[in-house]
């Protein structure tokens, strides 16, 4: 069963502008992830919060976590037409044991 | 590096036929994934290998699915007998064990049941 679920579900803006995207999630965690998946591929790790973390950024991508409202939120700026892809969040569980819980996804279209 | 190898990346087949995955994952990682992945969908865990034993299968489906993953590397996936239902994307994943919290996904088998 999914864990998390991502909101919005689709998401379309022009190139240049911020994509804001969120995830929800259930149960306590010890970290969260996001990763990309273009259409027909894998899926890429692109950045990882630990749950005693509030803010993280990587290059053009801003993740915040908010443990006490179980969400998260990953803020790309200055998107790009290759930004265009799935976005997903990962949850672990408490419990251990390297089992990760994927969201829904946010279908991100940046218009070039 | 290579990444994570699978094959074939895409399947069609008829109800009730069996068929089979490959996932061949980063050399020297010791854990490996595999995730069904349906339209619309996140990856939902079927089964995680520790080297070479199976320390998580709960989602995985036994009446149908089985899987392997011989001397801890390469892995197979199997369906037998395949229902209209299984049609989805297959992922496998690995990660090593100095960096478990990060998974590097191969490109997906897509099986389409007709």
């Known amino acids: 069963s999914q864990q998390g679920e991502e909101d919005p579900q689709a998401l379309s803006i022009q190139e240049g502008e911020n994509a804001t995207m969120n995830c929800s999630y259930k149960t306590s965690i010890n970290n969260l992830q996001w990763y990309r998946q273009n259409s027909g591929r894998g899926l890429v790790h692109l950045i990882l919060?630990?749950?005693?973390?509030r803010e993280k950024h990587s290059g053009r991508l801003r993740v915040t976590l908010d443990t006490s409202k179980k969400s998260s939120s990953l803020l790309i700026t200055a998107s790009r037409a290759a930004d265009t892809a799935s976005y997903f969040c990962a949850t672990d569980s408490l419990r251990g044991g390297n089992q990760f819980y994927f969201g829904t996804g946010t279908s991100l279209t940046v218009i070039p | 590096e290579a990444g994570v190898v699978q094959s074939p990346r895409y399947k069609i087949i008829e109800k009730k036929q069996p068929v089979a995955f490959w996932c061949n994952p980063i050399s020297g990682h010791n854990t490996l994934y595999w995730y069904l992945q349906n339209l619309g969908q996140g990856p939902e865990l079927l089964i995680r290998y520790e080297n070479e034993e199976a320390v998580d299968d709960s989602q995985l489906p036994k009446d149908r699915f089985s899987a392997e993953r011989l001397k801890g590397v390469d892995s197979t996936l199997k369906i037998q007998p395949a229902e209209l239902g299984d049609s989805a994307v297959y992922l496998c994943?690995?990660?090593?064990?100095?960096?478990?919290?990060?998974?590097?996904f191969g490109p997906g088998t897509r099986l389409t049941v007709l």
């Open positions: 919060i630990r749950s005693n973390e």
């Open positions: 994943a690995s990660s090593s064990w100095d960096s478990k919290d990060t998974q590097y």
